[in-house]
């Protein structure tokens, strides 16, 4: 039992380490770019003092400065292995300078996989779990000043200027204060010091106005993302981290090994219970899904749509939305299991994000900068965010409103990641025929509307009716009409709006004309010679096969579930 | 010998420091802000500009024509307070003398001179800053701003009241301690703020419908002119636009402070009329708005709002039964009428058609001469793109104005001095401690900027105090 303790309390931390490495850095890689995207860190001495003037505002400008290295998400996944290992050690050493001993250490692991927990949801932010790394290791330097005078003046002015620097967590800091004081030297004027602190709290909290918003006073209003949260989920957790301390104190003298191994066992088994339960996949998958848009990288959407079907509806955007960008979209949009015209977009109180992402690159840039501010003001509470500033600036260079789009780029010059982004986009606007040849920017100049008309998310098809009618040549927005066309079954419009091209019709298109022509009565024979005759056989084998398998949707989706027939006849939205 | 080394050492270590090329240059320095030919007023803080381009120093000598500062820094000057007042203090001119070190060549501009205006400027402004943004909005706030100390303080971030928005902060005549603004959302109200008091006002009542929205303190601080708008939003799909705030019908009312009723009439409640942005004259007598045909409403760009006149009655609260149109505003759209404090003149916003013209490029002060019915656009005030909002101090001697000369997109705050003559000088941006720095990197708009004679005895405790208890109007 004996080694077995002893071995575990040198293994456990680096199994934490290994384990939260790989789970974030390669399970929840995208969850780490997501929300690295959707923050900002300026290298500017502005932006902290702005930051760090805050309740809270140390850790959180610490941790947004860590947060901007999830762009790398190995190395992302390494900084929350870190934390959280280094909250384990700093329980773990607070547990032992308090017992003397390593009574009950596996306590030590809770609010690490607490927090970890907590990190699965990606609207927790790491600033809280920075902020108890923080606490913990604040209470131990404090306890190994021996000199009685100056550990209470280090309480009383530390645990302050703690709670200024980190918010709410410094209570974590305070209760391992008094535990060890109490624990060992029982010193009054530590004990003295700490009470001091709490009455100062108290009046700052009264006196200064962010007493009125309880989140702030907390949290300092960043360890979630929104002001919404909670608290009390806070309150747990520090709790949770107070109980870790406090029974080993209390059960020092009764705890055996084989009393450590038995927690131990506790720990792991509460900890594979719960973080599997808590793993996301669908978010994952849902942001991996996004940030791949967001890059323009349309066919690893489309062969991560291939491997597994999009589980959501923004995903289902995303693939789409690929699939029309790669001129895939005629002929297989039927590829992929689709249910209806709410695969294509989502109306504006819905989503901001992936629809954001739909208007920008079929040209409707005014309307996708909308988009990109209002998700900058919601999503991102208090703070800007690398896929909005990037994306405002593009929209503001593409409408050519250049003085927006420089102050845009010009602050995301003073990031680690966007800085050559934002210097290639300054170049290019330097000159505006450069931006009319990009292959991108350029085509978006060409493909805005001409004309203003009302817009209304909640009729992106009559949107894209406009937008086609005042610019044929917009082939994106074209496509995406008809893939609304055919997943509102809406044939007749589909019909009317068709191009037959001199190759010939994709795929899709082809069944869907097919259909038309045979409502119509309409001769094969009479049509032109680039329309595949083969089409229309296929067509009747389908019908045929209908009638046999008397309207049985598995029985036809086995051979027919890739045909637009197969879509008109049994899915239903 | 050692004596003889460090001697050497000196003299070489001088060189180095003063190898830089001299050169001087006819051009006027690249300074921002830029404070070539703006005039100040005695009272106002250190005028501190950064150079908008790379630099290893700046040095700039500051000279009344008795007296100088010198003042150097690396990338702008900073100015010593002391220093900078005891040269306003007896000063009617600034010349202002840059040499900017880059690439180890010093260039010395051409100097450059401000006007001192002994016109002192009120305490300070205040203003609401907020993003620039669409429906939705993140963290904004009332704050007020030391003219003389360069000192920003916070009156109310919506941080601390569940995210609400705040907006229509207004002044009776600049005076702080009779003041109100609105806060929307959950638990909202019209703040009202009168000479150490505040209650929370639910301004909606059945005969209104809608909470009052835009603000104009009578004179004498007794009754607050308003207008009540049902307020849409469409947003533009082609470049040149962005977005439209329009409205679906608008009445004035006036709120009676001492009696706490909200007075409407028929006449301002016209059914085939807008009425909205209401303004009382300087005696108080005259109650300016601006009114539209609705039928014109159903397209947008057709709408016109021409200015418009009522008598007003303090003593009784009464309005006249005659509106007299003061300018139909030639073919374009006037709004945000502002009477001079001291009866001279009304400043309007003039923009193509429309009500909200600060998303309207083409918008432009115009200036209306009550004495001789003279009206003319500002062009010393004007530029190429969007002026919008703007107030008079206390006594009529400066404005302050809403422009997005900068970047086409935030707003930044100008003040301009007027003379005797109704001549309005360059105006001049906000002064800023570390300008450069604070309005390149600030993404938010300031909004409705108004002097204040003092600074706003009302803290947030107080405001969020206030919030717990709205107070129901009744309509008369």
Known sequence: MKQIDKYARLALPVLLAVAAWLFFGVLYRWHLLYFEGNQLFFWTADYARETIGRLGGLGEYVTRFLVQFYHLPLLGGAIVALMLVALQQGMQRVIQRATSSNALWPLSYVPSIYYWVLLCDEDFTPVGLLAMVMAVWVAIGFARINNGWLRSVATLVGLLALWLAIGGAAVVALVAVVAIELATKRDWRVLASAAITIASVAVIWHIHPWHLSNLLMVTGGTYFRHLDVAVDVFYKLWAATAVAIIVPIVAARFVREWINVVALVAVIGAAVATLPKHYDANSEDTMAYYCLTRNGRWNEVIERARKHDPQTRPAMICLNLSLVMTGQSGERLFDFPQYGPAGLFMTYDEDLIFCGEVLFNLGFVNEAQRYAYEMMVTYSYLQRSAFTMTRLAETNMIAGRYEVARKYLNALKNTLFYRSWAENLLELMDTPEAIDEHRMYGKLRRNQPVHNFPFFSAKFDKMLEEMVDQRPNNREAYEYLMAFYLLYKNVDAFAERLIIPAKGLPRAYEEAFAMVCRINRVNPATLPANINRATFERLERYIRAYDMSGNNPEVMNKDWGRSYWFYTNFIRF | ?476
């Open chain 2, 1 to 476: 010998m050692r004596k003889s080394f460090i001697i050497i050492a000196l003299t070489v270590a001088l060189a180095a420091c003063t190898s830089a090329d001299k050169r001087t240059s006819d051009q006027l320095p690249p300074i921002f802000p830029d404070y070539a030919g703006v005039t100040v007023p005695v009272n106002i803080a250190p005028l501190n500009f950064d150079v908008t381009e790379p630099a290893q120093r700046v040095e700039a000598t500051i000279s009344n024509g008795s007296e100088q500062i010198e003042v150097k820094g690396r990338s702008g000057v900073s100015i010593l307070p002391r220093k900078w007042r005891a040269l306003l203090a007896e000063a009617e001119k600034l010349t202002v003398t840059v040499a900017v070190t880059a690439d180890k060549v010093r260039t010395e501009y051409a100097p450059f001179e401000i006007e001192v205006s002994r016109d002192s400027i009120d305490y300070g402004l205040c203003y609401r800053r907020v993003d620039p943004g669409y429906e939705y909005y993140a963290r904004m706030g009332l704050y007020y701003y030391d003219l003389g100390e360069n000192e920003e303080h916070i009156l109310i971030e919506n941080t601390l009241m569940g995210s609400s928005c705040v907006n229509c902060h207004s002044f009776a005549k600049t005076n702080p301690s009779r003041m109100m603004f609105h806060i929307r959302g959950k638990n909202g109200g019209t703040l009202l703020h009168l000479d150490g008091e505040n209650a929370l006002l639910n301004t909606k009542t059945e005969a209104t419908k809608v909470s009052c929205v835009y603000p104009s303190w009578h004179p004498d601080g007794r009754y607050i002119a308003y207008s009540i708008n049902d307020i849409k939003q469409t947003f533009h799909n082609v470049p040149s636009q962005i977005l439209d705030v329009y409205d679906h019908w608008s009445d004035v009312v006036i709120y009676d402070t001492e009696t706490g009723e909200l007075n409407t009439y028929p006449i301002l409640s016209d059914t085939t009329r807008f009425e909205t942005f209401p303004s009382f004259s300087a005696d108080g007598r005259t109650l300016y708005f601006c009114s539209a045909d609705p039928k014109a409403a159903e397209i947008l760009p057709e709408v016109r709002y021409e200015l418009c006149s009522v008598e007003f009655d303090p003593a009784t609260g009464e309005v006249g039964d005659q509106i007299t149109t003061v300018w139909d505003g030639d073919g374009a759209s006037l709004l945000f009428p502002r009477a001079s404090y001291d009866g001279r003149y009304v400043m309007v916003t003039r923009s193509a058609y429309g009500t909200f013209p600060i998303w309207h490029k083409d918008a432009d002060l115009w200036l209306i001469d009550l004495r001789t019915g003279e009206r003319r656009a500002l062009d010393e005030l004007n530029s190429d793109n969007t002026e919008s909002y703007h107030s008079w101090n206390s006594t009529s001697r400066w404005v302050v104005f809403s422009s997005r000369r900068i970047d086409g997109l935030h707003t930044r705050p100008y003040i301009a001095h007027v003379d005797d003559e109704g001549r309005f000088s360059k105006p001049f941006l906000l002064p800023h401690d570390r300008p450069l720095e604070w309005y390149d990197g600030l993404m938010q708009s300031y909004n409705i900027p108004e002097f204040i004679s003092g600074p706003i005895e009302l803290s947030p405790s107080d405001i969020l105090q206030a919030e717990a208890g709205a107070v129901e109007l009744n309509a008369r």
